[in-house]
C-alpha cells in the first residue's frame, strides 16, 4: 500500500498542472460546503446564544390563559391560583436540572415610576426574592443589595439597573435617592447591572425587538413583601428557574411547571404554568435557516459530481498513457487486483489532497463571507472530517471504472501498444 501511494504521489508530481485542474472541482465543492456549513454552525449558534445563552440559563415560567400569558395590569387573579410558597419553592429547586429557583412578582406600566418630574417610561417594576438577582445573573454595582430584614421589616427600598438610573438621576449618584411607585415612596439602596457575558448580537431592528426590547427602558426591582404596599392586594407569582445546563432548560421549565400546575384548582383548565421555551424558539429559528442552507449545500454538492467525472476523465487519459506498463506488470506477474488497488490508490491520494485544499479554501471563504456579511462563523470540526473522507470516497468510486479497466487489460495486447 505504501508503495502505491509512492507511485501516486509521484505521479501527482510528474504531471503537476494536469492534477490541480482535476482537483479543482474537488476544492471548489469542498470548499464551498465547508464555508457554507461554517456559517450555518455560526449562524445557528448565534441564535442559540441570543435566545438562551445569555450566561444563566434563566427559564422563566407564568400563569397562562391559553396561548397567551395572564397580565395582571389588566386581568383579576383567577380564582383557584394560590401563591407560591416557600415550601413549593423549594420542591423546585430539590429538581435535579434545576440549580435555583426565585419567586417574584412584575409589571410593565408607563409612567409608574418617578424621580420628580423625571419618569421611567415603560420600565419593568419587579417585586423580587433573595435568589432572584442570583438566578438572573445580576450583580451589585454600587450600594447594597436586599438583606433579610428589608423583607421582615416590610422596608421600602429598590434597586435599579444602570438604564433606569441614567433616566431617572441624570448626572447624578442615585444612592439615597427617593423614587415614586405607583405613588409610594421608594429609596434606592443600589445599582444592578448584568454579570459580564456575552449579550445578543443585534443586526436588525428585528432582533432588537426579539432580544432586547423588554429590558430597553430601565427595571427597578423591590422587595416582594412591600408588593402588596404598591398594587394593594396579593396576587399570584411568577417563577424562575436556572437550569444545571442549556440544553436542560427546556426540562427545567417543563417539570417546574408541572409542579406548580399540581397546586392549581381553577375550573378552567385552559389556565396553567408554563416554562418559556427558548430552546424551541431558537430550533425553530434554526430550522428556518437551515431550510435555506442546506439548498445551497445541495447546489455546491453539484460540483462534487462534476470533480468526481474530471477525476475519472483523466484517469482513464492515464491508463491509456500506461497501456505498455500496465503490460509489462502483467507479464511479470502482477495479478489483476494489484493493478486495480494502484489505480484506485492514485485517484483516491488526487481527491484526498483537492479535499484537504478544499477543506482550507473553505474556512478562508468563510472568513471572507463572514467579513463582508457580518455573519457569524463556527467551523465544524465533524464537517472537516466527513468532507475529506467523502472526497475520498468520490475518488474511489470514480476511480474504479478506469481502475477495472487496467486491471483487465490483455498482457499481450497492452505490450504491443503503441
Given amino acids: 500500500m505504501l508503495e502505491n501511494i509512492r507511485l501516486a504521489f509521484q505521479g501527482i508530481w510528474d504531471h503537476k498542472l494536469r492534477s490541480i485542474l482535476t482537483m479543482l472541482g474537488i476544492i471548489i465543492g469542498i470548499g464551498s460546503i465547508i464555508s457554507i456549513v461554517s456559517t450555518i454552525k455560526g449562524t445557528n449558534e448565534q441564535i442559540k446564544h441570543n435566545l438562551v445563552g445569555s450566561g444563566n440559563n434563566a427559564v422563566n415560567i407564568q400563569l397562562y390563559q391559553g396561548d397567551w400569558p395572564i397580565d395582571l395590569s389588566y ?5 383557584g391560583v394560590p401563591l407560591i410558597s416557600e415550601e413549593v419553592r423549594e420542591e423546585i429547586e430539590a429538581l435535579d436540572v434545576v440549580e435555583e429557583a426565585s419567586l417574584y412578582y412584575t409589571r410593565n406600566e408607563y409612567d409608574a415610576v418617578s424621580n420628580g418630574v423625571q419618569t421611567l417610561t ?5 417585586g423580587v426574592d433573595a435568589h432572584y438577582l442570583d438566578v438572573y445573573g445580576y450583580q451589585i454595582t454600587r450600594g447594597r443589595g436586599f438583606v433579610e430584614k428589608d423583607y421582615t421589616n416590610i422596608r421600602k427600598v429598590a434597586l435599579i439597573d444602570k438604564t433606569a438610573s441614567s433616566n431617572l438621576f ?6 439615597g435617592k427617593t423614587i415614586e411607585i405607583k405613588g409610594e415612596p421608594f429609596t434606592i439602596i443600589g445599582v444592578i ?3 459580564a457575558t456575552a449579550q445578543p448580537v443585534i443586526n436588525s431592528l428585528e432582533d432588537y425587538y426579539r432580544y432586547m426590547s423588554n429590558y430597553s427602558s430601565g427595571i427597578v426591582c423591590v422587595p416582594d413583601a412591600t408588593w402588596p ?4 392586594f396579593d396576587e399570584p407569582q411568577n417563577l424562575v428557574v436556572r437550569a444545571t445546563s442549556t440544553d436542560d432548560m427546556t426540562q427545567a421549565g417543563e417539570k417546574a411547571a408541572d409542579i406548580l400546575n399540581a397546586y392549581l384548582t381553577v375550573s378552567d383548565t385552559t389556565i396553567k404554568y408554563q416554562g418559556e421555551d427558548l430552546l424551541e424558539q431558537a430550533n425553530q429559528l434554526q430550522e428556518l435557516s437551515n431550510a435555506t442552507n442546506q439548498q445551497l449545500i445541495w447546489i455546491a454538492s453539484i460540483s462534487l459530481l462534476v470533480g468526481g467525472i474530471g477525476v475519472m476523465n483523466i484517469m482513464l487519459v492515464s491508463v491509456t498513457e500506461r497501456t505498455r506498463e500496465i503490460g509489462l506488470k502483467k507479464a511479470l506477474g502482477a495479478k489483476k487486483r494489484k493493478i486495480l488497488v494502484q489505480f484506485l490508490t492514485e485517484a483516491a491520494v488526487l481527491t484526498l489532497m483537492g479535499g484537504l485544499l478544499g477543506v482550507v479554501v473553505g474556512i478562508v471563504m468563510a472568513y471572507i463571507i463572514s467579513g463582508i456579511s457580518m455573519a457569524p462563523v463556527a467551523i465544524s470540526g465533524p464537517a472537516i472530517a466527513v468532507a475529506v473522507l467523502f472526497s475520498t470516497l ?5 476511480g474504479m471504472v478506469p481502475s477495472v479497466k487496467a486491471a483487465n487489460m490483455n498482457p499481450i495486447d497492452a505490450l504491443r501498444h503503441e
Fill in 193 to 195: 447591572t448584568k454579570k
Fill in 229 to 232: 404596599i404598591i398594587y394593594r
Fill in 394 to 398: 468520490i475518488g474511489v468510486i470514480f
Fill in 75 to 79: 386581568q383579576s387573579v383567577p380564582d
Fill in 122 to 126: 415603560g420600565g419593568t417594576i419587579l
Fill in 170 to 175: 441624570t448626572g447624578t449618584d442615585p444612592i
